[in-house]
C-alpha cells in the first residue's frame, strides 16, 4: 500500500532551520506531483508548497515564498522542504501529500492530494 513517511520535524528558534523529508513507497514516485501542507491548533490544514513530477516546477504560498524551499529526488522516492529563516507563526503539524494523478501540474488544491502522511511537528519559538 501507499506510504509516505515524514521525518525532520523538531523545535528550532526563530530564523533558524529544519528540513523535513518524505519518503514515499507504493507509489509511481516519478509520475506525480507532491505537496507539503501544514495545520496549526485550531487552525485548518493549509497549503505550504508544491512541485511537479519532474521537479521542475514549484509553487509556495505567498508566507514562505524566499523561505522555504521544496525539492525531490525522484531516484529517492523523496521529497524535501527546506525551511529556512523560520517563525513562530511557522508552529505546525507538517505533512506531505501525494497527487492522484499522474503528470498533473503543481496544485495548492487539497482535493488534488490523495495520500498522505501522518505529519511531523515543527515549532519554532520567540
Known amino acids: 500500500q501507499v506510504q509516505l513517511v515524514e521525518s525532520g520535524g523538531g523545535l528550532v528558534q526563530a530564523g533558524g532551520s529544519l528540513r523535513l523529508s518524505c519518503a514515499a513507497s507504493g507509489l509511481t514516485f516519478s509520475k506525480i506531483a507532491m505537496g507539503w501542507f501544514r495545520q496549526a491548533p485550531g487552525k485548518e490544514r493549509e497549503f505550504v508548497a508544491a512541485v511537479n513530477w519532474s521537479g521542475g516546477r514549484s509553487y509556495y504560498t505567498d508566507s514562505v515564498k524566499g523561505r522555504f524551499t521544496i525539492s525531490r529526488e525522484n531516484a529517492e522516492n523523496t521529497v524535501y522542504l527546506q525551511m529556512d529563516s523560520l517563525k513562530p507563526e511557522d508552529t505546525a503539524v507538517y505533512y506531505c501529500?501525494?497527487?492522484?494523478?499522474?503528470?498533473?501540474?503543481?496544485?495548492?488544491?487539497?482535493?488534488?492530494?490523495?495520500?498522505w502522511g501522518q505529519g511531523t511537528q515543527v515549532t519554532v519559538s520567540s
Open positions: 501529500a501525494a497527487d492522484g494523478n499522474y503528470y498533473r501540474d503543481v496544485s495548492r488544491d487539497r482535493r488534488n492530494y490523495v495520500y
